[in-house]
């Protein structure tokens, strides 16, 4: 406790010293329109440190497009689309899922903004869209619906209703 009342003090008398500065962003600031992006899965890097315009992520907290100097943050992944918008003017579309790991726990994955236009998304496991048939993602969420929807075990039917929700959303991207 003494301690605590001698970091008060120290506070009041230094208070530069404690607080950290903040920084502030204007609009008439000279800045990059480009996006450092690193897109990492467990046994391939994606890009690695290349300059991009915009990445559109699918977050938990909603669909978000990270441009350069946008707000730092770290956002928890769900299934669907990562779209990333070169400098090209071209794009390449990534479907990212969860997996059903061990013990049924979820993995996922993450998208860290830095304060200094950088981006870095780890993902347990992603594919480009081009390799989906929309055909088989039809056939297979008949299958999901069927089991989701019966007679199984607990575990048979939570499995199918996250299969079904990452069919589905594949199925949106796919459109």
Known sequence: ???????????????????????????????????????????????????????????????????ANHVPSIEQLKPGLIEVIEESGGSKQFFYQKLNGVNDTVSGGFAIVQPNSELSINAVEGFPLEDFSADAVRAQISEAQKIAGGSGSEQDIAEAKIELEVLESLQASLK
């Open 1 to 67: 406790m003494n301690s605590l009342r001698i970091a008060r003090a120290a506070a009041r008398v230094r208070p530069t010293a404690v607080r950290p500065a903040f920084q502030r962003r204007g609009y008439a600031d000279a800045v990059s329109d480009k996006i450092t992006l690193t897109l990492a899965l467990p046994h391939q890097s994606i890009y690695k440190s290349t300059d991009v315009v915009q990445v559109n992520v699918p977050a938990e907290s909603g669909e978000m497009g990270i441009l």
